[in-house]
């Protein structure tokens, strides 16, 4: 029983209250695994899986003061086909072997199909990540406090760093490839969430908020992933950006082996766009609400732009893209102010806009705007999918001190 389950409880007095109390928490699990890529499954409710190959091995390696060491040799593992460094635990190197391996169900046609897509929408791509993905992950409560509280937190330009590199890898020509970087960023970050799971439940200040004993459950796993490719892909076909049928799915798959390799069970994984759909408006939806570390985490996206800003891409124009692509009421709970410029500018232009950058009405009509909308697009690609540069993903030892 979660602590929320527990405090409401004692709260309700008996029995009874217990009961009730239940039944207003989380949603019971109602998604068949029918839908999955392993099309079965035990049907378990994702909120009560974790990852039982990782977590004990991860906290051994904590415990026996062994991260250091396993830091800096994995420094020196950067690519897809590398071998794994010498020195490493025994543990650690058996698990990590077995991690690295793609799943059978994985196509490669579809792999290379999907980095034809990712080349042809990447300019939306990177402000979708950014301004859908990344400001929606301020509103899923379990990620906020878990990313603000842990270590990660107290650096939040290298905690972002570090997530756009995922989008960065995954995207890559080579992401799945022996030169590539996608199945490192993810056995690493597996072992990442590993560690959150065995430090953060030791931070008084993650207790005193969270309404779980252990954070980052499968569940957890695909709200966040609902919030990238599911979240992508309604907004790409809200926007009648025409895609073919088959460079979708190829997206897809490249997400749902993305999924495998940081530790998602198969049945938990959608097996297409109409099941993930359907998995989203079970979890990710329902999950969205404010929190105060939520709002802080937000404000610092906000500020990110400063740093390649070229007078483009302030504060206010990236709040004004935030409320347009998630709602009004998502921008009310991260204190996002009107912007009525923008606003309306984005409401007014942004479909006739998309609609000229895809062929589908004649360029010469296109007014101004349209090229602030365009320069726009580039500059926040270059925001939230520029960390080519050497990042290295460690596991934590130690939560935010406060």
């Not at 004004?320 to 984005?346: K, N, S, Y």
């Amino acid at each position: 029983m979660d602590r929320l389950s527990r405090r409401n409880v004692l709260a309700a007095g008996g029995a009874l209250g217990a009961l009730g109390a239940l039944g207003m928490a989380t949603p019971a699990w109602t998604w068949a695994p029918g839908g999955s890529v392993a099309g079965a499954g035990a049907g378990l409710d994702p909120r009560y899986v974790w990852d039982e190959e990782a977590d004990p091995l991860v906290a051994s390696l904590i415990d026996r003061g062994d991260v250091p060491r396993v830091n800096e040799l994995l420094r020196t593992w950067t690519r897809n086909g590398q071998a794994l460094p010498s020195g490493l635990p025994a543990d650690l190197r058996d698990f990590m072997e077995r991690a690295r391996q793609l799943p059978a169900w994985t196509d490669q046609r579809k792999l290379a199909l999907a980095v034809e897509f990712n080349n042809k929408r990447g300019l939306y791509l990177g402000v979708l990540y950014g301004l859908a993905s990344g400001m929606m992950s301020t509103v899923i409560p379990k990620e906020a406090r878990a990313v603000y509280h842990s270590q990660g937190g107290a650096d939040m330009k290298d905690r972002i760093s570090k997530t756009a590199k995922l989008g960065y890898d995954i995207g890559a020509r080579n992401a799945y490839q022996p030169d590539g970087e996608m199945i490192v960023t993810g056995v690493k970050t597996r072992l990442v969430h590993a560690a959150v799971r065995h430090l953060l439940p030791q931070s008084p200040y993650w207790s005193a908020v969270a309404d779980e004993d252990i954070p980052i459950s499968q569940r957890d796993i695909m709200v966040t992933w609902h919030s990238l490719p599911t979240t992508v892909m309604q907004k790409l076909t809200a926007w009648r950006v025409p895609i073919p049928a088959a460079e979708s799915e190829a997206f897809l798959h490249s997400w749902q082996v993305g999924a495998h390799l940081l530790g998602v069970k198969d049945e938990y994984i959608p097996a297409s766009w109409a099941e993930a759909d359907a998995q989203a408006a079970q979890v990710l939806t329902p999950a969205l609400a404010p929190t105060p570390e939520g709002v802080k985490l937000a404000d610092i996206l906000l500020n990110l732009g400063s740093v390649i800003d070229g007078g483009l891409l302030t504060k206010p124009i990236l709040g004004a893209f935030t409320r347009f692509m998630l709602g009004d009421q998502i921008a009310q709970w991260l204190h996002i102010d009107r912007e009525p410029v923008w606003d309306t500018l984005l409401r007014t232009a942004w479909g006739p806009f998309i609609a000229v950058r895809e062929g589908l009405l004649p360029f010469p009509l296109a007014p101004s705007a349209y090229w602030l909308f365009d320069e726009f697009l580039r500059k926040a690609a270059l925001l939230f999918l520029s960390e080519a540069r050497p990042i290295s993903i460690e596991i934590p030892v130690t939560n935010r001190p406060t």
